[in-house]
DNA sequence: CCTCGCTCTGTCC
DNA sequence: GGACAGAGCGAGG
């Protein structure tokens, strides 16, 4: 299901588990989602870029193939709210991971927005990556009102 | 602004 | 298995 949004659509894909991948994509590139999960997703992500505040937390993620600290880092960024940010850093400590596995964790991310990943930062308070779309992640913050 | 060492995951071979 | 790049941090110049 490829979902339009002011950045451009986003693909959606799921599986009886839960959401499999929801990323930017212009075309389709995979089996259509269909079913309630996924409307309820279309939904909440309209929801999101209209102005309302949701979280994703109910929104089961479909965890397969992910090692155990993925999992465990995956569902820590998701608990980050709306409007806020925390730095690779300090998830890193809560973890016992490294700064720079949170990056790569991230950056392997499937999960666009359903992860809020655009909400790790750098611990000085610059935004850090965003592979490769840098502007992105700046837009989304500003949209939430957590950026200049 | 820059460099360096530390750190270790993900992804390729 | 091994090699390498990378969405980081902190100290230092």
Redesign the pocket.
């Known amino acids: 299901m490829l979902i339009p949004t002011p950045i451009g659509p986003l693909w959606l894909e799921v599986s009886p588990r839960g959401v499999r991948r929801l990323e930017p994509a212009l075309f389709p590139r995979g089996l259509e989602a269909r079913g309630p999960l996924a409307e309820r997703v279309r939904e909440r992500v309209l929801a999101y870029f209209a102005g309302e505040k949701p979280d994703f937390l109910d929104i089961p993620l479909d965890y397969t193939g992910f ?1 155990p ?2 999992v465990a880092l995956y569902e820590r960024v998701r608990l980050i709210p709306y409007g806020r940010t925390e ?3 300090s998830l890193a400590r809560e973890l016992g ?13 499937p999960f666009f927005l359903l992860v809020p ?2 909400r ?1 930062i ?3 308070g610059r935004l ?5 779309q840098e502007g992105l ?1 700046a837009w989304l913050l500003r949209f939430e009102g957590a950026w200049p």
């Not at 991971?97 to 991310?109: D, E, K």
């Open positions: 090692s600290k993925r730095s690779y850093g991971l490294s700064p720079r596995a949170v990056g790569a964790g991230m950056r392997a991310s990943a655009h790790v750098h611990a000085d850090g990556g965003f592979a490769g992640k």
